[in-house]
């Protein structure tokens, strides 16, 4: 699909300045899908995140990082050093009209300079500063430094990730920036809320520490109620049974690997008659699992011995299925189950295809349209979508500072001229 | 705000919301009470009870909770859309179609409060081909290509504990909210919002769907290995099953690294970052034998102190005594009638003029009844006496 007009935007009459490095980049996209007018305050030089990749066409450019586009369409962006006292100025003139102000620098480093939360609130009380860290504003690792693997550590992430007999892992490709940035939206737009009906701006101080503990939520529980460790599993999942049966999750199929899980409960109980009856038509169902009554199965209560036995026969049926035909027959039949999806089968799904989903941006200096994922959600009034690619380094400095702040197109080359912009 | 729904991915976002003072419904019926109540450990003591629900507990703070059995029709259905009238937001995950069927579509519950906003929390979405297909969270994370990116290289994916997913879905669907409130001030307008989880999950995914895009590649799980890192894993420490992860970026972090171990002489072998990356193997392990020396969460003060990312791997008993997330506070602990003392969860986000909360328990089932129908729907004494005798109210 091709872009909208981004003044039907739930958010277009907004402004967002968005400082923030990889770790916040989220934030202000999903402000811009929603059609916020978010600008990107870029160092002179452009972002270190530039230099993320993969690349367009492997071409290490830092006008071609992929992790740059995916993350940073729907922005406009700008070049500004904030280290040189015009270029404070210029941020600080940029924040007394802005609604929201999204940063990540380490807590104090702006208010060196005089242009934090603090200072520049009083020239416009009504600011939203979402300050996004790895750890939060204050505290005993306030001045820590994090990367994605050290915040999925601290979270306890890791340590429910991975064999049993091998170090915890993280997920390969970076989750923490994503969870951080989306849930400081969430309050970024909290505070707003309350802004636009009482007139007064706040700080939101964002931890990824914090954010991350929902990601898996719920293993903590277990040792608050009962004082029983979730650990690292492999492949098997735990936790359902009182009895600390593991139950299997990836079963090797013919192209790769599926993820089926013994449940209970009513869906359990629809989803182990169905995959037993599809099983039979195959004429492999064993006589114990065709005679079982799901009704009374209770996965709270079952034993590994009971679990493994049930396992057997269908770990050698899934050998002979491939992820598709796996995918078609749980739709059929209405079962819980999915393939483990690569990227590529992800673009081969007919429902994104049928929702029309993808949607393609133009990158006129590259000469090509190029396939992004769409909109997080669908709104029957005002839009949510994609509209612009993600800027080139300094690509609305003349845009910004001569067409909006009033500066003349030969200040504009001196700024440039002093690396301020 | 009101809650047709159930497990995580619904009521996490109204968790949110009740947070910072929303009034929240939760509605359950005692015929089908929330999952996590009815078959979701862990409980109380490993005591099952529809009270004694850790993740109810979780997810449900600061709500009010009700029964309305939407089995009875006509009359659920009647009540069912008298609350919709009342509320400003619904939240609903039932699977695409049932509210629909059951008379409680957006279109139905729309006409009588035309500025209703209302969520479909769903894990596909609302239409296409496979809409339909119910399913968990857990589940969908593969099918979004999560766990296709977790464990090593040629070996099984690995699994992302609990419904990952879901937690995704939950920042965007409470994004939507707040910006579909926004929206009706403005415009006084209400919204029907279509949030798949699927889709919201292919959001963190971006960089990796267009480098198949446009170069054909395919991302791998590839253990704790980052291309543009090295050092860069878990480390082991002293005591049983204890890690310290540790990253390295450049050069400068690498030197840092280097004077905290005391200079070992293996080091010069490892000197620039190509080094370091087609050595890895071997630093991994050299790494781990400095490590091995250190508790974790000594070596990772030192290493910060020296200016070297490192952070413990907290494991599940360690996240409330975490001397950071206890200084915010992230928990706070309140009294559950049947659970006794549990740790309720803040919001990652802390709002300094207006923080939020949890100020209160989750609450029981059908604890709110009398409360909710009386005093804020309006039912007289005696249309809430017979509909609970009609099983209505159940």
Avoid at chain 1, 131 to 136: C, D, E, H, K, N
Avoid at chain 1, 381 to 387: I, V
Avoid at chain 2, 241 to 254: F, G, H, K, Q, T
Avoid at chain 2, 356 to 380: I, Q, V
Wanted: some cysteine; hydrophobic content about 35%; charged content about 25%.
């Amino acid at each position: 699909m091709a872009v909208g007009d981004k003044n039907q935007g739930l958010l277009s009459p907004f402004r967002v300045l968005d400082l923030t490095d990889e770790l916040g980049f989220l934030c202000g996209k999903i402000l811009g899908d929603l059609g916020a007018d978010v600008i990107k305050i870029e160092r002179p030089g452009g972002d270190p995140a530039r230099r993320f990749g993969p690349f367009y066409k492997d071409q290490r450019d830092p006008e071609k990082s992929l992790y740059w586009f995916g993350f940073n369409n729907n922005k406009r962006g700008v070049t500004l050093d904030l280290e040189k006292k015009e270029g404070q100025d210029l941020f600080a003139k940029l924040a007394a009209k802005a609604d929201f102000v999204i940063e990540s620098f380490t807590p104090g480093w702006l208010d060196k300079f005089n242009i934090g939360y603090g200072a520049l609130s009083k020239n416009n009380p009504k600011l939203v500063w979402t300050s996004i860290t790895p750890f939060g504003q204050t505290g005993p690792y306030a001045k820590f430094s994090a990367s994605d693997i050290e915040i999925m550590a601290l979270a306890g992430c890791m340590s429910l990730t991975g064999d049993p007999d091998r170090p915890p892992l993280r997920v390969t490709f970076p989750q923490s920036y994503s969870w951080t940035g989306s849930y400081a939206a969430v309050g970024a737009l909290t505070a707003h809320y309350h802004q636009q009906l009482t007139g007064e701006g706040q700080q939101v101080d964002v931890s990824a520490q914090a954010t991350l503990l929902w990601a898996f939520s719920h293993a903590h529980v277990f040792w608050d109620l009962n004082r029983h460790m979730e650990k690292r599993a492999g492949s098997f999942m735990t936790g359902r049974s009182i009895t600390g049966a593991k139950m299997r999750v990836f079963w090797p199929c013919k192209d790769g690997y599926l993820n089926f899980i013994i449940y209970g409960g009513e869906a359990g109980r629809r989803t182990n008659q169905a995959l037993v009856e599809w099983m039979d038509s195959k004429g492999v169902a064993p006589d114990f699992l065709k005679q079982k009554d799901w009704k009374t199965f209770d996965i709270a209560k079952v034993t590994q011995e009971e679990i493994d036995r049930m396992e057997a026969p269908i770990a050698e049926f899934f050998k002979g299925v491939t992820k598709a035909e796996f995918f078609k027959e749980v739709v059929k039949r209405e079962m819980l189950g999915y393939p483990v999806a690569s990227v590529k089968e992800i673009f081969e799904d007919p429902q994104h295809a049928a929702r029309e989903f993808w949607r393609e941006l133009e990158h006129p200096e590259l000469g090509v349209k190029i396939t992004y994922p769409g909109p997080f959600a669908r709104f029957t009034n005002g839009a949510c979508d994609l509209w612009r690619r993600a800027p080139l380094i300094g690509e609305h400095n003349e845009e910004v500072y001569c067409g909006e702040l009033g500066l003349s197109k030969s200040e504009l080359g001196r700024l440039r001229r002093e690396k301020i912009i | 705000m009101i809650e047709f729904a159930a497990f995580a991915a619904g009521p996490v976002v109204g968790k949110h919301l009740a947070d910072h003072g929303a009034t929240v419904v939760h509605i359950e019926s005692k015929v089908r009470p929330d999952g996590f109540r009815a078959h979701y450990p862990p409980y109380k003591d490993n005591v099952h009870g529809l009270n004694r629900s850790g993740l109810y507990a979780l997810c449900n703070n600061d709500k009010l909770d009700i029964t309305l059995n939407l089995k009875k029709a006509p009359a659920g259905t009647e009540l069912a859309k008298k609350i919709a009238a009342w509320a400003d937001v619904v939240i609903e995950n039932f699977s695409p179609g049932t509210m629909g069927r059951l008379g409680l579509g957006y279109e139905e519950l729309s006409k009588a409060n035309p500025g209703l906003i209302m969520l479909s929390s769903s894990n596909l979405g609302q239409s296409g081909p496979h809409a339909h297909h119910a399913g968990f969270g857990s589940q969908l994370s593969s099918l979004a290509g999560f766990t296709h990116l977790t464990g090593y290289p040629g070996g099984s994916p690995q699994i992302l504990y609990g419904p990952y997913i879901d937690y995704i879905a939950v920042a965007y669907g409470a994004v939507a909210i707040l910006a579909a409130l926004d929206y009706r001030r403005r415009t006084g307008k209400g919204n029907y919002i279509d949030a798949a989880q699927y889709e919201t999950g292919l959001q963190y995914l971006a960089p990796i769907l267009l480098d198949y895009k446009i170069n054909g590649r395919v991302a791998e799980r590839n253990a704790n290995r980052n291309p543009h890192a090295a050092p860069h894993g878990a480390y082991p420490c002293k005591g049983d099953d204890r890690w310290c992860a540790i990253s390295v970026s450049n050069d400068y972090e690498w030197q840092a690294l280097v004077k905290a171990m005391k200079n070992p002489s293996w080091a010069k072998k490892f000197a620039t970052f190509e080094a370091r990356k087609v050595n890895e193997d071997e630093l991994d392990l050299l790494v781990g034998e400095w490590t091995r020396g250190f508790e974790p969460r000594e070596l990772m003060e030192t290493l910060q102190k020296a200016g070297v990312k490192a952070g413990v791997v907290n494991r599940m008993c360690d996240v409330y005594e975490d001397p950071q997330l206890k200084q915010r506070p992230q928990w706070v602990e309140l009294e559950h009638p049947e659970i006794g003392k549990m740790h309720y969860q803040r919001p990652p986000f802390l709002l300094t003029k207006t923080p939020p909360g949890p100020a209160k328990r989750d609450p029981l089932l059908a604890e709110h009844n009398e409360y909710f129908y009386c005093e804020l729907l309006g039912l007289s004494e005696e249309e809430y006496k017979k509909l609970v005798d009609e099983q209505v109210i159940y």
